[in-house]
């Protein structure tokens, strides 16, 4: 708890409707971390704690008859995790979503299937926690 961190940066997004069922988003944010003298005895890495560059695009799609379809694409800047962290590379990630909702009986319903990290798998913390291709689906009712 000792020593002090500065972090300097910005987050810019940009949002984009050009027809009631389609949705585009842009977000791009960029970030600049130092510590002092105090805090590089206790751990190296502060500087490198956080990428200096993060950017995803996200689309929704509403496909009629309540589908709506949705995709992102993350990119993030290499960086090195703090305390028994490992330097992490930079990646990039496709995720997809394809959703139906509908009423019964006065409820909302959803039922959706989605696939993560689509584009492959990427490291997290350490090389060994490989954050890889997934997939699942879910069901969810509002009351």
Same mark, same amino acid.
Do not use: C, K
């Given at each position: 708890?000792? /020593?002090?961190?500065?972090? #300097?940066?910005g987050?810019m %997004?940009?949002?984009?409707?050009?027809a009631? &069922?389609?949705r585009?988003?842009? #977000?791009?944010a960029?970030v600049?971390?130092?510590?002092?003298?105090a805090?590089d +005895?206790?751990?190296?890495?502060?500087?490198t704690?956080?990428?200096?560059?993060?950017? +995803?695009?996200? $689309?929704?799609?509403?496909?009629? /008859? /309540?589908?709506?379809l949705?995709?992102?694409?993350?990119?993030?800047?290499?960086?090195?995790?703090? /305390?028994d962290?490992?330097? $992490?590379?930079?990646? &990039?990630?496709?995720?997809?979503?394809? +959703?139906?909702q509908? #009423?019964? %009986?006065? #409820?909302e319903?959803?039922? &959706?299937v &989605?696939?993560q990290?689509?584009?492959g798998g990427y490291?997290e913390?350490r090389?060994?926690?490989?954050?890889?291709?997934? $997939?699942y +689906?879910s069901?969810?009712?509002?009351?």
């Open positions: 708890n000792g /020593g002090t961190i500065d972090l #300097h940066g987050e %997004q940009l949002n984009w409707q050009p009631p &069922a389609f585009l988003s842009a #977000h791009y960029r600049f971390v130092s510590g002092d003298a805090l +005895a206790i751990d190296r890495d502060v500087d704690s956080a990428p200096r560059n993060t950017v +995803a695009l996200l $689309a929704r799609y509403r496909l009629g /008859g /309540g589908w709506t949705s995709g992102g694409l993350y990119r993030s800047g290499r960086m090195t995790w703090l /305390g962290g490992d330097p $992490a590379p930079r990646f &990039a990630r496709v995720d997809a979503r394809l +959703a139906r509908w #009423h019964w %009986q006065g #409820h319903l959803e039922a &959706a &989605a696939g990290s689509l584009s490291s913390f090389p060994e926690n490989v954050f890889d291709r997934r $997939a +689906a069901f969810s009712m509002n009351w």
